[in-house]
């Protein structure tokens, strides 16, 4: 069994990623950037893909790194993580003491402020509880990621038309087409602190852009989920947006949503 990581980077230089993130297997590295180029580093009895990309959003780039993706397991990552010296171990030895699983959420340590999970055990996930696992904690077999044709979506996440949710909505298709998933409390990395890619406080694009995703999360109950999230994050943004409007912020990318969902994009 072999592991693949694959690292969405922006304006970066690949060799000195390599290093900072301690990566001591496989790799696929899309770096966007103003040059577009492919190249190989064989170093030891790996190899690592690097290439640069003119193309912008999160999506693009993940997918990007799906299409040059090879090995047993990939596992996505961003340029931030940090990883623990053993983490290519942890992960196969995950995936071959669990034969059952197809997808692998693992711990990587965040700030608080950031943190939107924290795995005890080995236990399977429902659709209830899929949506808080970002995209760097998560580990799936390649072939069964192929098979089921799981794509990010290229309209949400850092660098797209709408703030975040890109990793929401993969794990959602992932789940819809019935891959197995779990989450383990095996630790793999960390993530350096630095300022969000997309997150700028809670301003006007902030609510109307999470009206959009919920429209393409959960479809005609979106409007629940609107009235459900004004209420269970008022203390959040209090001080910073009326919540009516706020409220009707959301209402308005619901709209949009739906919109664009009729077009089939």
Known sequence: MSMTLLVSALNVNPEELLEKMGVKGNAVIVNQCDKESKREIGKDDFKIVIIESPTRGVGVNRNLCIDNSFGDIVLFSDDDIVYDEDYIKKVEEEFEKHPEAEMIMFNVSVCD?????????????????????????????????????????????????????????????????????????????????????????????????????????????????????????????????????ANKLMKAGIKEGYKIKKKGV
């Open 113 to 245: 402020e950031r943190r939107t999970y924290v795995n005890e055990g080995f236990k399977k996930l429902s659709r209830f509880n899929i949506g808080r696992f970002p995209a760097y904690s998560i580990a799936v077999r390649r072939n069964v990621l192929l098979d089921k044709k799981i794509r990010f979506s290229e309209l949400f996440g850092g660098g797209a038309k709408y703030s975040n949710g890109e990793d929401s909505l993969f794990l959602r298709d992932a789940y819809k087409s019935g891959i197995s998933m779990y989450a383990t409390e095996t630790h793999i990395g960390s993530e350096i602190p630095r300022s969000s890619t997309w997150f700028e406080g809670y301003t006007e694009k902030f609510f109307f852009d999470r009206g959009v995703l919920f429209a393409f999360l959960y479809g005609k109950n979106a409007w629940l989920w609107r009235t459900r999230f004004i209420l269970t994050k008022k203390e959040m943004f209090q001080g910073k947006i009326d919540r009516k409007k």
